[in-house]
């Protein structure tokens, strides 16, 4: 794309099918000047782009020297490395206002001792019982003498691989006892810590909000499906595929708790700033329905993957001035809107992903017939081949297919259909938002909601 004077100069950092639904979100309604930072190759930002440099994104010096030489008016931060390494504090210093929080704020995401430690401090709803250990003899003697389940996970980043859950991932005490000791021994997630937590059981669910400092405004509930496997077996993975409803529910989330879990957030953003710590960007709660109400899972300092592709399709106000009012901090004159429509999003993924993904695996794309549908697609982690419609796959997913249509099902059909028009030994999982799923989900609400009362 060209550059043209007089046009909004963004920059988005990120290379992923989330990033590319971003920019595409930005570059929908006004014609928009976009610099792109991702380390690997992104066909679809790369046509969205009038610069498009493949710096790491945690090369903050880089970075900052692309900003300034393209005259950057506004940054997106896609994704929580960057905010690790404090890109928009520096960001700040050379005068560019970015949509992501402070270093010391994005600590709700790159630490989950900070995130726990907050809610426990400020006695704010959704909380979890929670042991934080960095010995190892403390933490066996704990699970040792442990009543029930925990899950464990690593305090800092790990790209959502790191959680593992007794009772699902480890046959016996001893073997999350061993993966304990890994993570405190290895430093997995970059520190010597590891959190301990009881063991929820539920139904999970993604709320995402705009946060301009002090206004909230959520976008429709989302869910993902995080394990690699069909009927939720496997490891962790990044994300596998997601779904949204028109009315921005979801089968197993009512009103109500959709309400307390905007609460939390708002809760979550009020303790920051009352600890002093500004928060200009996406805050992203991951919430488990129990049958003792919902609990917060995790908080995310930026847009989830895939879930950022199921809302900002949606999205019908104009995502610059969304931005703009982020940073600007007059979110509350802004009129969101989103199409009361229903999305579901299946990542095509290489082989084996999750386990020993097949790298370099060519993936064929008829993109005008899957256009022809109405079904989006957004590029994640791809290389090019010589061929213009082939893409080989790298070790992370491939490519974010989203169908919108009035219902779930019709949705959901419309992403099947476009898997015909993707060929190549690539995996993704067909369950995903099935109707014999979803009514699942909402049975296990029903027995839930009936024990309690
Ligand atoms: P996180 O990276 O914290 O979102 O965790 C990844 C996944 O691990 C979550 O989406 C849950 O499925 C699972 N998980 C995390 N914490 C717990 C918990 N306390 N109880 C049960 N499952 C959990
Ligand atoms: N979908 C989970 C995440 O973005 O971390």
Redesign the pocket.
């Known amino acids: 794309m060209v550059a043209k004077k007089g046009h909004p100069r963004i920059l988005l950092v990120g290379g992923g099918a989330r990033e590319h639904a971003i920019g595409e979100a930005l570059c929908r309604r006004q014609k928009v000047n976009l610099s792109v930072v991702s380390h690997n190759y992104n066909p679809g930002l790369a046509r969205l782009a009038c610069q498009f440099e493949r710096y790491k994104e945690t090369d903050v010096e880089s970075i900052i020297r692309f900003a300034q030489h393209h005259r950057v008016n506004l940054a997106v931060i896609g994704l929580e490395d960057s905010l690790d390494v404090g890109l928009p504090d520096a960001l700040a210093d050379i005068g560019i206002p970015t949509v992501g929080p402070c270093r010391d704020a994005a600590r709700v995401e790159t630490s989950?001792l900070f995130a726990r430690d907050l809610m426990r401090r400020h006695d704010i709803p959704g909380q979890?019982e929670y042991h934080h250990f960095t010995d190892v003899n403390s933490l066996r003697k704990f699970l040792l003498s442990a009543s029930h389940d925990y899950?464990l996970?690593p305090v800092g980043l790990t790209a959502?691989k790191?959680?593992k859950?007794m009772g699902e991932h480890f046959g016996s005490v001893e073997g999350a006892i061993a993966y304990g000791e890994k993570v405190i021994q290895e430093e997995i997630g970059g520190t010597s810590g590891l959190i301990v937590?009881?063991?929820?059981?539920g139904e999970?669910f993604t709320l995402q909000a705009f946060i301009d400092g002090e206004t909230v405004l959520p976008m429709p509930l989302v869910q993902d499906f995080?394990r690699a496997l069909e009927g939720d077996m496997g490891p962790?993975t990044g994300g596998m595929g997601s779904y949204s409803e028109p009315d921005g529910l979801l089968p197993f989330v009512t009103r109500k708790e959709s309400d307390d879990a905007l609460e939390i957030l708002r809760l979550v953003l009020l303790a920051l700033r009352t600890e002093g710590m500004r928060y200009e960007g996406i805050l992203y709660g991951?919430f488990?329905v129990t049958d003792r109400g919902i609990r917060l899972?995790?908080m995310n300092a930026r847009f989830g993957d895939p879930e950022a592709v199921n809302v900002l399709p949606l999205l019908e106000s104009d995502f610059v001035d969304v931005c703009r009012a982020i940073v600007g901090g007059t979110l509350r004159n802004i009129d969101l809107r989103f199409a009361r429509k229903a999305t579901v999003c299946k990542y095509v993924t290489p082989p084996d992903y999750g386990i020993e993904p097949k790298v370099g695996v060519p993936i064929k794309l008829d993109i005008p017939k899957i256009q022809s549908l109405g079904v989006r697609l957004f590029f994640a982690k791809v290389d090019q081949d010589q061929k213009e419609d082939v893409f080989l796959t790298t070790s992370s997913r491939s490519i974010a297919l989203v169908g919108i249509g009035d219902s779930v099902e019709e949705a959901e059909a419309l992403v099947e259909q476009a898997t015909s028009y993707v060929s190549g030994n690539y995996y993704i999982r067909h369950d995903i938002a099935k109707k014999e799923m979803l009514q699942r989900k909402a049975l296990r609400k029903e027995i839930a909601v009936a024990a309690y009362r």
């Open positions: 989950k979890v899950a996970k959502g790191g959680v859950v937590e009881e063991r929820l059981i999970e995080k962790n991951q488990m899972i995790e």
